[in-house]
């Protein structure tokens, strides 16, 4: 079965490169596409924090993984299965950021925190719930923590 997604939205940031760290202190615009007027963002001024779901869309499709690999290429990382990493190179190429919401202005959402870059095709957005967060103790390997050490520390920190 197929499914075919259209996009509600559009990312406005001064990033164009999908690099892997220093998304801290990015802020930027989420445009609504035509179809959407600004009584769809009602309600949201409500939340601190935001869930998107996006299209990774300048991955080509030919480069998609779908075996283990080292995350970030460092062979002193365990290979990892696609499905348990975040990589971009995915089978759908999904992406899926929770973000700040600094504000929202008419049909635009102004976010803080959110990995994506120029014109990045946003599928759904939704409000972030503390309810929707792990219930329980969250385990992770060593690796994982050490992927994300610089992933939201803000560039002028590097």
Request: proline fraction near 7%; charged fraction near 25%; glycine fraction near 10%.
């Amino acid at each position: 079965m197929n499914f075919t997604v259209t996009p509600v939205a559009h990312v406005r940031s001064g990033r164009h490169d999908a690099v892997d760290d220093f998304w801290g202190g990015t802020e930027c615009r989420i445009e609504l596409t035509p179809e959407y007027d600004a009584e769809s963002l009602s309600g949201l001024r409500d939340f601190s924090h935001l869930e998107i779901v996006y299209l990774f869309d300048r991955v080509d499709p030919a480069s998609v993984e779908t075996t283990a690999r080292h995350p970030r290429n460092r062979s002193d990382w365990p290979l990892v299965g696609i499905f348990g990493q975040r990589g971009r190179r995915r089978p759908n190429r999904l992406g899926v950021s929770r973000c700040g919401l600094v504000g929202v202005e008419g049909r635009v959402l102004v976010v803080e925190g959110l990995d994506a870059v120029e014109g990045t095709p946003v599928l759904d957005i939704k409000p972030w719930m503390a309810e929707f967060g792990p219930r329980g103790e969250v385990r992770q390997p060593a690796w994982a923590g050490e992927l994300m050490t610089n992933y939201y520390l803000p560039e002028s920190e590097r």
